[in-house]
């Protein structure tokens, strides 16, 4: 029993400090709150700085996925499939031609799509972010491309040499590389950034308000914890007031404030950046790649009639891509409504019962000229497609020549025209979104610039600050 007592005693003996020490945090012990208002605002300053830099580091990978990575692959893209394309028209319209200046023409623009392609497949391959999904079409479409450019010569050379079925058939070869390889991975170049784009820009989407929210709130909490102390230590001691803290408190009020701000207002950028500009660029070059693809159909269909259906079906999907209308409206309908919008100035407008490209540009408009450009565009494909349903009814009449003329012509009446009309007007708006994207992104990463290296330096000021306004009193008890 005695010793029982001794172990009883002692270990009360031993619980005594700890739980004094606990306690001392809830009574009038000026010594033990003062190390808690170092500790506490020290701590909280670290938080707040690696909470900061987190932000920032989120934000800057959006940023480089929207702005340098995907986007510019989403647009190589696009123009790998538009070279293909031209590629692709060049050759038949070369095949079909029995004029030596127009076979220049075409030989000419068989040549400028193969750049285009070419250059772009090196952008592409130069960029690679997302692993097998954007490497392997890259490397489908490289092999693709030498396979067609020597069924093309083959083509050439047969008809040359006045084997015009038999280069007709070796051209069937060709475009079954286009439209088996080539375009497919194209597109799936194209898909797996846009995947990537819309993905990580709506987590981002989600993402900012909350991080942003948090860096406000710890922020309050270390304004509220440096304030804390400082009017403790001013009713506690006879000096009323505490410059460190004071100068802390000061400091703390103005990042905070100005790290919040930066933060909105890059996410802002960025929001209109995908919103406003990537939007706008993503529609046009879906109609762009979709005109020289129906354009390259329209050939086909005058150079190879055995397969002229399947390649009117073709055309017609191409179409339905850039604008497609709902029974009871057509393109009159929508000019009209469109040229009457503008009159008003309005910036986004909404054409009853048309759907696609052009419809999606037109309910996004938002910068200077980029209004106009989407009316040109929508009165360009209106006589793109006049011309294409007068080329098929002078075809359908048994009228072949004059169908190849209104294929092949650069006149105001004729195809190729019609064509560098509408792809000079949808340029243009391309042109102006392109400019502002890149604006914006440039605006975007601007805001971010230091504060990173500034969030570090503010904890390590605060740190400082709180130490040096703390300690020389907490040494009066020691």
Aim: net charge negative; hydrophobic share 45%; with cysteine.
């Amino acid at each position: 029993m005695v010793l029982t007592g001794v172990k009883t005693v002692v270990s009360d003996t031993k619980r005594e400090p700890v739980t004094s020490i606990v306690l001392s945090v809830f009574r009038d012990v000026t010594p033990a709150r003062l190390r808690l208002f170092l500790i506490g605002n020290c701590g909280l300053a670290i938080l707040f700085a690696v909470l900061a830099n987190n932000t920032v580091a989120d934000h800057r990978h959006a940023l480089d996925t929207v702005g340098r990575f995907a986007a510019p692959s989403v647009v190589a893209a696009h123009q790998i499939q538009s070279g293909i394309m031209l590629m692709d028209r060049g050759l038949t319209d070369e095949l079909m031609s029995d004029d030596d200046e127009i076979e220049g023409l075409m030989a000419a623009d068989f040549d400028r799509g193969r750049i285009i392609a070419s250059r772009n497949l090196i952008l592409a391959a130069k960029n690679i972010t997302y692993g097998d999904s954007e490497q392997k079409p890259i490397e489908a479409m490289q092999l693709g491309l030498g396979r067609f450019l020597t069924h093309a010569q083959k083509a050439r050379d047969l008809d040359s040499s006045g084997s015009s079925e038999d280069a007709r058939e070796v051209y069937r070869t060709a475009y079954d590389t286009v439209s088996k390889d080539l375009v497919p991975n194209a597109r799936a170049l194209l898909q797996a950034n846009v995947d990537a784009l819309e993905e990580t820009y709506a987590n981002e989407k989600a993402r900012s308000a909350l991080i942003c929210g948090l860096v406000l709130l710890l922020g309050i909490f270390l304004i509220c914890g440096l304030t804390t102390a400082h009017i403790y230590m001013s009713g506690k001691f006879r000096r009323r007031v505490n410059l460190p803290l004071l100068i802390a408190i000061f400091l703390t009020v103005a990042f905070v404030q100005h790290l919040y701000s930066e933060v909105r207002q890059s996410a802002e950028s960025l929001k209109n950046a995908k919103e406003d500009s990537y939007d706008s660029i993503l529609a046009i070059m879906t109609a762009r790649s979709g005109i020289y693809s129906a354009n390259a159909a329209q050939s086909r269909f005058m150079y190879d009639r055995e397969n002229a259906a399947d390649y009117e079906k073709e055309f017609q999907s191409e179409v339905d891509t850039i604008a497609k209308f709902t029974p009871g409206h057509n393109f009159a309908s929508a000019i009209a409504v469109a040229q009457k919008e503008l009159k008003d100035d309005t910036q986004r407008i909404n054409i009853p019962g048309l759907s696609g490209a052009l419809a999606v540009e037109f309910a996004n408009l938002e910068y200077d000229g980029e209004a106009k450009s989407a009316l040109e565009s929508l009165l360009a494909m209106n006589d793109f497609l006049l011309t294409d349903q007068r080329m098929r009814k002078l075809a359908l009449e048994g009228k072949e020549d004059d169908a190849r003329q209104v294929c092949l012509g650069y006149e105001p009446t004729r195809l190729k025209f019609a064509f560098t009309r509408l792809d000079d007007s949808l340029n243009r708006g391309l042109k102006i979104n392109q400019e502002h994207f890149e604006q914006l992104i440039v605006d975007a990463n601007s805001d971010l610039a230091g504060l990173a290296s500034l969030s570090q330096l503010f904890a390590l000021v605060i740190v400082v600050l709180v130490y040096t306004g703390v300690t020389p009193r907490l040494r009066e008890y020691l």
